[in-house]
């Protein structure tokens, strides 16, 4: 629900490396015409599409401690992170409206169910692409132990994601040649980057006990969250219709670096925060806590058949941290964490430091504790490489090479992983794959 684009220089990056109409000029038009901003219409934002983007309901303390202190760091403050100002300590902006989490789902299908041109199928596992004569012409699935196919009058699009398009991709003989043969699968197209090339935001956490009685934890005692909930379910408003991450920064930690290094998503709550009441259960200790994420690694995973049965799932290798910038990336993200709660007025308010501790403090100490506990984003992409090359799984048009009448629109297709949580830019993908299936003219490109 983290409302995040990404740094204008990602998308510019995309166009460097061949791909045009990816440029930030060009995609903006794509992020303003999906969103329904809480600004309204600006230079930056959209106030129509049918995406609602909000910022947090409930106020809390920590935004004005966190930024006084982060500006004493070294960190400035961001008034919009998806605008003029993508570097900065900010107001986290989330896809909340009306105090439901506003998914593709809701903002996009749930309005067009009704179309007599849209079909909807439960329940359904596609099994494979129907190529025919190098075209694809269809898709197999199961559905309820029978297996059916759908035909394509003009394409096949795969929606699946990171994992899932690259999976059927590989069922339907489109992939590594050799990884295929393991399996008895006909090889119809050797692709041999179908699957690789997979990027994802390693992370770890940091947190601190507070003296305070000021983080989200009385809010969670039973009878007061179930007040909360009662007004949620009536009005749409209060602490339920929103969750506690008030702060979404992006910061450089190295003085050389052109955009932001780490993402921080800042809580007023404990990780291990629960419900709670008195003479029945504890409440975890008033905490502040914080998520250390590296937005440009160079460590690359893969995903694997594990079979050619469809049922069976991929098999999947992060790889988080085989290359020592991502681990060196991390520790720096962490250790500017920590300078900017040494600061006042968040020194003041902060009681000690509960993971990892105080007594962690060389790199090496450090290194190994990220090692043990760092954890992926759920941002994975980039197994259906988008690229000017030959190798690459799909054009700038999203068409997959060596196959026709067949894309990929998804976060599978990012040439690199945005610097950013990946639904805002998978959407704006959509929107475009949207374009180009419609054989429209891309939108005028805007320049700011």
């Known amino acids: 629900m983290i409302y995040a684009r990404g740094h204008p220089l990602d998308f510019d990056q995309w166009r460097q490396m061949g791909l045009a109409g990816w440029g930030s000029a060009d995609v903006l038009p794509y992020f303003k015409r999906a969103e329904r901003n809480w600004r309204g219409e600006t230079a930056h934002h959209g106030g129509s599409g049918p995406l609602k983007v909000s910022q947090p309901g409930v106020k809390s303390p920590i935004y004005d401690l966190v930024s006084s202190s982060a500006e004493k760091a070294g960190f400035p403050k961001s008034s919009d992170y998806n605008g003029a100002e993508p570097e900065g ?23 067009a169910l009704r179309r007599m041109n849209l079909s909807v199928e439960t329940q359904a596992l596609a099994a494979k692409v129907l190529i025919e004569n190098g075209r694809a012409v269809g898709v197999q699935y199961r559905q309820r132990g029978i297996v059916k196919k759908a035909y394509a009058d003009r394409e096949v699009i795969l929606s699946g994601g990171t994992y899932n398009s690259p999976h059927l991709l590989m069922l339907s003989g489109i ?20 699957g690789q090339n997979l990027e994802e935001h390693v992370n770890t956490a940091i947190s601190f006990d507070i003296n305070q009685p000021i983080s989200f934890t009385d809010h969670l005692r039973l009878d007061k969250l179930t007040l909360s909930v009662m007004q949620w379910a009536l009005f749409g408003t209060d602490n339920a219709a929103s969750f506690p991450c008030h702060i979404a920064s992006f910061i450089r930690v190295r003085p050389e670096a052109e955009r932001p290094e780490i993402e ?42 594990r079979s050619a049965n469809p049922a069976d799932p991929i098999r999947i290798f992060w790889n988080l941290l085989a290359d020592p910038y991502d681990l060196e990336t991390l520790r720096l993200g962490f250790k500017a ?105 891309p939108l005028p490109a805007i320049h700011i």
């Open 264 to 305: 921080l998503l800042m809580s007023p709550v404990s990780p291990d925060v629960q419900i709670w009441f008195p003479g029945i259960k504890k409440p975890v200790p008033h905490r502040f806590s914080s998520r250390v994420a590296v937005l440009h690694p160079r460590s690359r995973g893969q995903v694997r058949l």
């Open 89 to 111: 300590i900010a107001p986290a902006e989330m896809t909340i409206g009306d105090g439901k989490r506003w998914s593709s789902a809701r903002a996009y299908l749930r309005p």
């Open 175 to 194: 992939g590594p040649a050799d990884h295929l043969a393991e399996f008895g699968i006909p090889v119809i197209v050797d692709r041999k980057e179908v």
């Open 337 to 441: 964490v920590r300078s900017i709660f040494a600061q006042e007025p968040l020194k003041s308010v902060i009681a000690g430091e509960t993971a990892p501790s105080a007594g962690i403090e060389s790199d090496a100490d450090i290194d190994a504790y990220l090692r043990k506990v760092c954890m992926t984003a759920h941002h994975p992409a980039s197994t259906c490489r988008m690229g000017s090359d030959e190798n690459a799984v799909v054009d700038e048009q999203l068409r997959v090479r060596g196959v026709t009448g067949l894309r990929v629109a998804d976060c599978s297709v990012m040439p690199h992983v945005v610097g950013a949580n990946t639904n805002a830019p998978t959407i704006m993908i959509a929107e475009k794959a949207a374009d180009m299936i419609r054989g429209k003219a």
